[in-house]
């Protein structure tokens, strides 16, 4: 009982709680679906925008300046993927090794999604783990 007390005590025991909390809530949220990149059956509404965007800016056979540009989408003037929410710096960066990549690949679930809703349990993990500490110690 006394190591778990000082485990607790100790000052990155709220950031590992939180960090745990957090991934398991993300994966509860989200599931296992969204984790992998050849599962786009999840992917609706604004998702998809992104995704089809993706699409043509990977199978587009041109190299364009500025990089994120495709002419696949608006032909024959072109757009860039910025304009379309499409994760520009992602998609650039997956471009070279496209090939390589399963069909369909999308970019969108997975870890940035899973980033993102664990981010955000594990703040208010980490809020009611302090506020707790807090009421703990005032009495």
Known sequence: MERLRRLLASRAAPFAVATVVGISAALLLVGRGALNPSNVGWIAGDAATYYSAWEQYRHDPHVHFPLPWTERIGYPVGT???LLD???LAAVLLRPVSALLPVP???L????RLRTTSSQATRVSLSSFASS???RRST
């Open 105 to 107: 690949f999308q970019y």
């Open 133 to 135: 500490i807090r009421s």
């Open 86 to 88: 499409a994760i520009p």
């Open 80 to 82: 860039s993927l910025a």
């Open 109 to 112: 679930g997975g870890l940035p």
